[in-house]
């Protein structure tokens, strides 16, 4: 089975980080330790905590604000790693100032804003992709080889959860309207984009789910229809730590993936014909291959991934804007 390209093999751009919370921590490690690419800058509206950020991963220059950090000519490529409320502005901040962007999933709050920032980014010719770094791992490129391969029939179901036991804070912003809050977009576009990766855009869609007492999601069961036969069924919870696996079942067979499925993961084939495998590929971190692949796309002069077209992010949206529409979840300002 083919193996993954190396992320150590991409070409060395220059990473400039927009937002210095934990999943910009994540993201910076794993770039020092797994690629040749530098981060040289960071961004936070707060002092202290950018010149934290920068002491605790190696970065030379630390801005106050956003707009110094996308004009800093040392930058290529920006990150936004700022909560979802924020993406449209920031991503849009940065491909004004002629830079490449990868923002952090969920990319915006709907399907609209996602596509403002497209268009920006069109008409200035400028690498954008949404950070769903599930889509570049080892694991779900072998995936689609054994599914492609035949080697559990037609796929008739996907299942996949993604549940994590969240204190009740109303100050945080996992709780919090004006944030964009909720299982949703944090945790359960995660099982939505893994459905979509593996059976595209779903004819239906039916979603229940409870609210917070801040009037966000905090659990959320969704079914996803394809076809005459084929379903998806998903689930994201901020009440309760779930397996966080996956499962996709065929007509000659069935893999269930060890959780987190969206991490670095293994998976075992079980066939109707008796015979069982397992893909075992381990590795550290993870979020280091979709830095890579924004690297390799920026060298070679595309505005895209083929692995998470713009596209595809709008059809993931859209999804999710359903899923808010039926279950009456609103964001401030939409």
């Known amino acids: 089975m083919a193996r993954t390209e190396d992320p150590r093999t991409a070409p060395p751009i220059r990473w400039g980080v927009l937002g210095a919370g934990r999943i910009a921590g994540s993201f910076a490690d794993a770039v020092t330790r797994h690629t040749r690419a530098q981060l040289v800058a960071v961004g936070s509206r707060n002092r202290d905590r950018a010149e934290r950020f920068a002491t605790a991963h190696g970065i030379p220059t630390t801005h106050l604000g956003y707009g110094p950090l996308v004009e800093d000519p040392q930058v290529d490529a920006i990150y936004v790693a700022t909560p979802h409320s924020e ?20 990319f915006t709050r709907n399907a609209a804003e996602a596509e403002q920032v497209f268009a920006a980014a069109r008409e200035a010719g400028v690498f954008v992709m ?30 996949a959860d993604h549940g994590q036991l969240m204190g009740f804070d109303p100050a945080s912003r996992l ?82 993936v060890e ?11 079980t066939r109707l014909d008796g015979r069982v495998w397992t893909f ?21 002069g595309e505005t895209q991934s083929p692995r998470m077209t713009w596209q595809g992010t709008l059809e993931v949206l859209r999804t999710l804007d359903e899923v808010r529409r039926q279950i009456g979840v609103v964001y401030p300002g939409e």
């Open 259 to 269: 959780g987190p499925f969206y991490g670095p993961s293994s998976f075992r084939v």
């Open 175 to 256: 709780f919090a309207p004006e944030l964009a809050g909720g299982a949703l977009l944090d945790l359960g576009v995660y099982p939505v984009s893994f459905a979509h990766d593996l059976l595209g855009v779903p004819d239906a869609v039916s979603a229940v789910g409870r609210l917070t007492e801040t009037g966000v999601d905090g659990q959320v069961s969704i079914v996803l229809s394809y076809g005459e036969r084929t379903q998806a069924t998903l689930s994201t919870t901020l009440w309760a730590r779930t397996p966080t696996a996956a499962h996709i079942s065929g007509t000659e067979g069935y893999i269930e």
């Open 87 to 106: 993406h449209l502005e920031h991503a849009l901040l940065a491909i004004a100032a002629g830079k490449h962007v990868l923002v952090e999933k969920a």
């Open 280 to 300: 075992d590929q381990p590795s550290a971190q993870g979020l280091q291959y979709e830095a890579a692949e924004v690297a390799r796309r920026i060298e070679a």
């Open 130 to 159: 949404e950070a769903m770094w599930t889509r570049f791992l080892p694991h779900v490129a072998a995936l689609h080889q054994v599914i492609d391969a035949g080697e559990i029939g037609d796929v008739v179901n996907v299942s």
